[in-house]
């Protein structure tokens, strides 16, 4: 069965960088967009990013441009989440998720997700 799961996620100061990482198995994960978003607490969920199949198109939330970068390696099946200049409004549940179809904000399958903090 499709499975996603993230990791990466911890503490961090204010200005500091994370690396986030999802690693999918149970379906073909070099035809499918792959997305990352967020949930703060008390929030709905935020798209963050979103990389295109083969990696060569990127996408991001006008927030995080500049600061995120999305990458994947199809040979190893993973996706990641490059985050610096992090901020305290950063600090949200973070999910890698398979995209359903063209639009990046709509998804099928999603992980458990992967905390992220950013506190002096």
């Known amino acids: 069965q499709v499975q996603l799961v993230e990791s990466g996620g911890g503490l961090a100061q204010p200005g500091g960088s994370l690396r986030l990482s999802c690693a999918a198995s149970g379906f073909t994960f070099s035809v499918y967009p792959m997305s990352w978003a967020r949930q703060a607490p008390g929030k709905g969920l935020e798209w963050v990013s979103g990389i295109s199949n083969r990696g060569s198109e990127t996408y991001y939330a006008d927030s995080m441009k500049g600061r995120f970068t999305v990458s994947r390696d199809n040979a190893r099946n993973t996706v990641y989440l490059q985050m610096n200049n992090l901020k305290p409004e950063d600090t949200a549940l973070y999910f890698c998720?398979?995209?359903?179809?063209?639009?990046?904000?709509?998804?099928?399958?999603r992980g458990q997700g992967t905390q992220v903090t950013v506190s002096s």
């Open positions: 998720a398979r995209v359903r179809s063209h639009d990046y904000r709509v998804y099928d399958y």
